[in-house]
């Protein structure tokens, strides 16, 4: 039988980089599909990485880091790096699994004579899949300080500092919009420009709040904007096998969990109950399992980037000695609608998809590592935002997707509650539908936003309430 020989693993590389065929007189002109809005700080972060540091590029799967790899090969070679000094090599490739990134990436030195003090870009897409991968990467970076190396992965954070990581998000509502061209619709031309300005009317809102069901229901993939078609039915990527395609039984391998049948069990519980509180031991009585055994389901997930857990703290902002209860997120909300269908804009459950949007917003932000609810006895709020430098209470968050406080004579007391015993700190937000002006109870100021505009904003990084023209 013959082998595969490194002849025939170069010509697949080469099939995968025809850059490497282009000549001087080669007019260079590639396709560019639409950009996430991260491209350029993660365009950034290639360029001024340090010598020896590996960039990392995390994120579920179909977010589209792949596209994005392929967008800074493109942007390199458009800038003038020679097309001859930049690698790519998708891991995902079967004929690669026979070898190591290491090997094919001094197939493509030899070939190119590039010595040791040579700037060169080299991109593995998927590199989980190897075994050993952080090892070999971080041995190539070392041998060659002047490469500048980057990979990207679907599952796990690497467990050393000379990898720098850029996580890429499920897509954000603004970017929603922008694939859609309904930014410019309801902001104005100068919205969807770097710097420009955006000016909202609020008669829009009931237009903006029909987008903003789309995007929870359907937008958290480009994937699923890119493939629509006109008169096209719900896209079909959320409604086909999206779980199956995202819960991929070969990530959930790589985390040594052999019942893929069960996680994915699991995993559909955890959406069902999205937004909700829950604890392990209900968890366990729920689904059957162990508890050691969901612990181990949860760190995969959530290192998937499929859910996310939020801590609990008391009415004072201070968290739990023993945290026995969590509330759990999905990174997008369409999730919700790939298990279990569409949700309109008065289901039941659409209040809980809200919450999961702001949240799924703010993960595309700094404010990740900072999330928290609060909960004690007879009282809660739903959302609370910490200072990163003080670690103190900055802002507290309500839902009112009912708009239940324009109908009725009753405040925010909890959240007013929290305020008041957090010596008054944190800015009080209620997140809304169509409510949209400031509010005050018992000295304390609130600001009522709808939660649309709230989601659009974080990712703008404007007041949203200065985005509203009274005007009709």
């Avoid at 919009?177 to 609020?202: C, D, I, N, Q, Y």
Wanted: charged share 25%; net charge positive.
């Amino acid at each position: 039988m013959h082998v595969i020989s490194d002849n025939d693993l170069f010509q697949r590389l080469a099939f995968e980089n025809p850059w490497w065929n282009f000549k001087p007189t080669t007019r260079i002109e590639f396709r560019h599909p639409p950009q996430r809005v991260f491209f350029p700080s993660f365009f950034n972060r290639i360029m001024k990485a340090d010598e020896g540091e590996v960039l990392c590029l995390a994120g579920p799967l179909h977010v589209g880091k792949t596209v994005m790899l392929r967008q800074a090969v493109a942007r390199l070679i458009e800038e003038g790096i020679a097309p001859t000094r930049v690698f790519f090599a998708s891991l995902t490739t079967p004929s690669f699994t026979t070898t190591d990134p290491g090997t094919l990436f001094e197939m493509f030195c030899r070939r190119y004579r590039h010595g040791f003090e040579e700037e060169l870009f080299v991109f593995f897409d998927e590199i989980q899949y190897i075994k050993g991968w952080q090892d070999a990467i971080l041995e190539l970076a070392k041998m060659r300080p002047k490469t500048r190396f980057v990979c990207s992965i679907s599952a796990g954070t690497p467990a050393t500092e000379r990898f720098s990581v850029f996580v890429l998000p499920p897509l954000t509502f603004l970017e929603f919009m922008r694939f859609r061209g309904s930014e410019e619709k309801l902001f104005g031309p100068a919205a969807t420009t770097p710097g420009g300005k955006a000016v909202f009317k609020k008669s829009q809102l009931p237009v903006l709040n029909q987008e903003f069901m789309r995007w929870i229901n359907f937008g958290g993939f480009p994937e699923s904007i890119m493939s629509k078609t006109e008169r096209a039915p719900p896209p079909t990527f959320i409604r086909d096998g999206l779980t199956s395609r995202v819960l991929h039984k070969d990530l959930s391998n790589l985390f040594g969990i052999s019942d893929a049948q069960e996680v994915n069990r699991v995993f559909a519980v955890l959406a069902f109950n999205t937004g909700r509180e829950i604890s392990i031991d209900e968890l366990s009585k729920t689904t059957s399992v162990a508890k050691n055994t969901l612990r181990k389901y949860l760190e995969y997930l959530e290192a998937a980037s499929l859910i996310t857990r939020i801590d609990r703290v008391d009415q004072n902002g201070n968290p739990f000695q023993r945290a026995v209860g969590f509330k759990i997120f999905l990174t997008t909300p369409c999730l919700y609608a790939a298990l279990f269908g569409p949700s309109p804009i008065d289901h039941d459950a659409f209040p809980r998809l809200v919450q999961t949007a702001v949240v799924s917003q703010w993960q595309a932000t700094e404010a990740e590592k900072n999330m928290a609810y609060a909960s004690w006895r007879g009282g809660d709020v739903d959302l609370v935002g910490f200072d990163p430098k003080t670690n103190k209470p900055s802002a507290v968050f309500e839902m009112d997707w009912t708009d239940r406080y324009q109908r009725s004579d009753q405040g925010p007391t909890n959240l007013v509650q929290f305020v008041r015993s957090t010596n008054g700190t944190p800015n009080a937000h209620i997140l809304t539908r169509a409510l949209a002006r400031p509010g005050r109870k018992d000295e304390v100021d609130i600001r009522l936003v709808p939660a649309a505009l709230y989601c659009y904003w974080l990712n703008r990084g404007r007041h949203p309430h200065r985005l509203i023209n009274d005007e009709n």
